[in-house]
């Protein structure tokens, strides 16, 4: 493969070396229960009214939102749903700052994510952006204050009032251990995002191994397990620790699942535009040089693999250790919400299948690549695709 492509011509390179325009999606098998958080109903206008009453959202409007509208770029995925898959315990105020935290996170993701004064700016103004929230998690964060402009473009690059606005909420309500390991957490994965850009502007193709690696980080579920313990409202800091192999295990194989539903439905959005070095389907294609619907079973079959390793190094965790307090065991409980929501997410929301979707489940069938939606016709026999 030729290195070096501009961006759009790399967002067609999958297709005219594989020449397909469609591929074969099988149906995602899943086990692990879905929830939803009681508190959904209330927060779903809370924390939407809360984003849109910073003025830097206005801005980004143009550039992110669909047809420029800022209440369907809030609605086609926004993260208080995701979350409430996620996080299903807890009591609604706890469940309220933890919907915003997502919801800067989301809105983030799309801004470096979307052609604007972000990818626009050089990679030092980039990175200088990235520093300034982390440089807010390192602090108590700070009240918003609608009278007090910002002027500081890292500010306005990293929606950095937003984030120092729910940061000063979290560190008054989070115990200091797990509000110090939510902040390492979301550190890391703001520093993976650079690495994420430096590897994409690089060109450079990725193997599977090496993509998912990677990927892992990039995603972000690190965030996920202390907030857990934040919505729980127990510091398992301790137990955790007295049990590292074992949970570093759990978390890893957690990291995994999240990755490749992520990629498997996000595949054909982040491909049109422009992307389709950051997915573990294209790292196929790209590399090993198989067709996108042999990528695809390929990325199925791991994450269908790795729900089911869950749930067995989580029982069997359990079984072999008759000691575990209450609160261990409903941690364990509720790490299987955080992939339950991801799958239910992915495969429904408009954030990946097109701001028309209605969030009904994308299931197995015959996808057509197309710019702007989630195209699928149902499929019986794969084997005559």
């Keep these: 493969m030729k290195m070096n492509k501009t961006r759009k011509e790399m967002a067609r390179t999958t297709l005219f070396d594989c020449g397909e325009d469609q591929y074969y999606l099988p149906d995602l098998k899943t086990r692990l229960p879905l929830r939803q958080h009681s508190g959904v109903a209330r927060t779903l206008g809370e924390t939407r009214a809360w984003i849109k009453g910073f003025p830097e959202i206005r801005n980004w409007a143009p550039f ?9 770029w809030l609605a086609q995925g926004f993260a208080d749903v995701w979350i409430s898959h996620q996080f299903t315990c807890g009591n609604v105020d706890t469940f309220r700052i933890i919907c915003d935290l997502g919801g800067w996170m989301v809105m983030t993701d799309d801004v470096h994510s979307a052609p604007g004064p972000f990818r626009d700016a050089d990679e030092a103004t980039r990175n200088r952006a990235l520093d300034r929230a982390i440089e807010i998690l390192n602090g108590d964060g700070q009240e918003f204050d609608r009278n007090q402009p910002s002027s500081d473009t890292a500010d306005v690059l ?29 550190q890391g994965t703001l520093e993976s995002w650079k690495a994420e ?23 972000g579920i690190d965030v996920d397990f202390p907030v857990l313990e934040f919505m729980l409202g127990i510091d398992l800091h301790s137990e955790l620790e007295a049990h590292a192999d074992a949970f570093s295990k759990i978390w890893r194989i ?3 699942y999240t990755s490749l539903v992520n990629d498997l439905y996000s595949f054909r959005k982040e491909y049109m535009a422009g ?68 799958a239910f997410y992915t495969r429904c929301s408009p954030r990946y ?29 794969e084997a005559t695709r």
């Design 64 to 72: 992110c939102a669909p047809r420029g509208d800022i209440d369907l």
């Design 158 to 186: 990293v929606l950095g009032r937003c984030l120092s606005d729910v940061w000063y909420r979290l560190c008054r309500s989070a115990p200091p251990s797990i509000r110090a390991r939510i902040a390492r957490a979301l």
């Design 197 to 219: 850009a430096s590897d994409r502007g690089s060109g450079r193709c990725l193997t599977l191994d090496e993509f998912l690696e990677r990927r892992d980080v990039y995603v």
């Design 254 to 256: 957690l990291r995994r």
């Design 275 to 342: 992307k389709d070095l950051t997915n573990s389907i294209a790292a196929q294609c790209n590399m090993e040089h198989v067709r996108i619907s042999d990528a695809v079973r390929k990325v199925v079959d791991l994450a269908e693999s790795a729900e089911e390793e869950f749930i067995a190094c989580r029982e069997q965790f359990i079984a072999t250790h008759p000691e575990l307090t209450s609160g261990l065991l409903r941690y364990l409980e509720c790490l299987g919400d955080i992939a339950s929501g991801t």
């Design 353 to 381: 299948h097109g701001v028309d979707h209605d969030w009904s489940e994308i299931g197995g069938g015959l996808v057509t690549i197309d710019t702007e939606r989630t195209i699928i016709h149902p499929w019986v026999e």
